[in-house]
């Protein structure tokens, strides 16, 4: 199985093989179906486990279940952004980021479960809204990522669904490893 680990450090070099591993794990799943389950399964993932379990981290130096779902949900955040700038300008910059010092920064290890579930669950509900009522010429039109070239809207949808199986996966490692 494919380690993801994508430090902005070594993002740009490493884009291309990044890239390809991870629309891998979505293989010929629909993006926006896979989008559409990930509320719903983290919500009977995490319903019921004690807040310590959630900000247990799966080893030293990695994140918790807790980081890793606001961790999702910045994504969501980034990823709705970079669509409407997409949808909105002509072949706009969309910069990377370092998803490393946004834990850091925004201190997702003490944030509470419940905003952190609410914060995603509003951001995933609102880009689907906006991604299912886009026409193949929108879908077509593309930003110029910083580390990984020209990415079509279509093409961020394939990067988000697998993105969200990733993570999932991760979560499933975590809750499974020691203390579980």
């Known amino acids: 199985m494919t380690t993801f680990s994508n430090p902005a450090g070594t993002a740009a070099g490493a884009a291309q093989d990044y890239t390809k591993a991870l629309l891998a794990v979505l293989g010929d799943r ?12 983290l919500d009977q993932r995490v319903r019921g486990l004690d807040d310590a379990r959630l900000r247990r981290p ?18 969501e955040l980034v990823y709705g952004y970079r669509v409407r ?15 490393d010092a946004w834990a850091r920064t925004f201190h997702y290890r003490d944030l509470p479960v419940g905003e952190v579930l609410a914060q995603l669950g509003a ?20 930003g110029l990522h910083s580390e990984r070239g020209p990415e079509s809207v279509e093409h961020v949808f394939r990067m988000v669904g697998a993105h ?3 993570h999932r996966r991760q979560i499933e490692r975590i809750l499974a490893g020691p203390g579980a």
């Open 164 to 166: 969200d199986l990733v």
């Open 85 to 99: 700038m997409i949808l909105t300008q002509d072949t706009p910059p969309i910069p990377g980021y370092d998803q």
């Open 123 to 142: 951001l995933r509900t609102a880009n689907l809204r906006l991604y299912h009522s886009l026409g193949p010429d929108q879908l077509r039109r593309a």
């Open 30 to 41: 629909d993006p926006l179906a896979v989008m559409g389950e990930l509320v719903p399964w």
């Open 58 to 75: 799966e080893k030293p130096g990695k994140w918790s279940v807790l980081e890793v779902v606001q961790h999702l949900a910045d994504t």
